[in-house]
T-cell receptor
Framework: AQSVAQPEDQVNVAEGNPLTVKCTYS??????LFWYVQYPNRGLQFLLK??????LVKGSYGFEAEFNKSQTSFHLKKPSALVSDSALYFC????????????FGKGTHLIIQP | GAVVSQHPSRVICKSGTSVKIECRSL??????MFWYRQFPKKSLMLMAT?????????EQGVEKDKFLINHASLTLSTLTVTSAHPEDSSFYIC????????????FGEGSRLTVL
């Protein structure tokens, strides 16, 4: 079985400050990890993914995430937050080479305050 | 590339009627599509996995007779909510993955269903 935990329902950050949205996972074998963003009444947009290779993954809109195998984490980060980054963020995992689809975390509301 | 289109984006219907939502992969062939339901401020709940040319695989607790899924071609899957009731009101999102890929999902824009 695979699972994802996003421990924070909401994260508040001042504009211009660095932001972190936390994600930990559980999966058998090698994990494929993803971050998606959802704006109100919209579908999910892909931000970035980790499949293999460099632990630091860079994605869309200046976001990046670091894969940490020992801590089974894949936290989303951005050096300087924008008000327009305010949205709902989902972390997702699947087992590499497995038959199951993506399992999503419950989501974290990111609120960037001007 | 990998664009998924979902239609309609919003639909309002009377209780007891049926509503069909379409999900199309515009620039790729999707052998597998996924239908999710999202409640307000909640995560995505996988309803079913739709496989082209075969029956959908429903998640536990999802009524297959109420939520009919058809995947008749490699670019189209439909979700029909039959005999809709107010408790079926929700945001429904479809997604698709590229065959043989890493499992990354491409999402439609979602459909807001309101049952009066």
């Amino acid at each position: 079985a695979q699972s994802v935990a996003q421990p924070e329902d909401q994260v508040n950050v001042a504009e211009g400050n660095p932001l972190t949205v936390k994600c930990t996972y559980s999966v058998s074998g090698n994990p494929y990890l993803f971050w998606y963003v959802q704006y109100p009444n919209r579908g999910l947009q892909f931000l970035l993914k980790y499949i293999t290779g460099d632990n630091l993954v860079k994605g869309s809109y200046g976001f990046e995430a670091e894969f940490n195998k020992s801590q089974t984490s894949f936290h989303l980060k951005k050096p300087s937050a924008l008000v327009s980054d305010s949205a709902l963020y989902f972390c997702a995992v699947r087992q590499g080479g497995g038959a199951d689809g993506l399992t999503f975390g419950k989501g974290t509301h990111l609120i960037i305050q001007p | 590339g990998a664009v998924v289109s979902q239609h309609p984006s919003r639909v309002i219907c009377k209780s007891g009627t049926s509503v069909k939502i379409e999900c199309r992969s515009l620039d790729f062939q999707a052998t597998t599509m996924f239908w999710y339901r999202q409640f307000p401020k909640k995560s995505l709940m996988l309803m079913a996995t739709s496989n082209e040319g075969s029956k959908a695989t429903y998640e536990q607790g999802v009524e297959k007779d109420k939520f009919l899924i058809n995947h008749a071609s490699l670019t189209l899957s439909t979700l029909t909510v039959t005999s809709a009731h107010p408790e079926d009101s929700s945001f429904y999102i479809c997604s698709a993955s590229l065959a043989g890929d890493t499992g990354e999902l491409f999402f439609g824009e979602g459909s807001r269903l309101t049952v009066l």
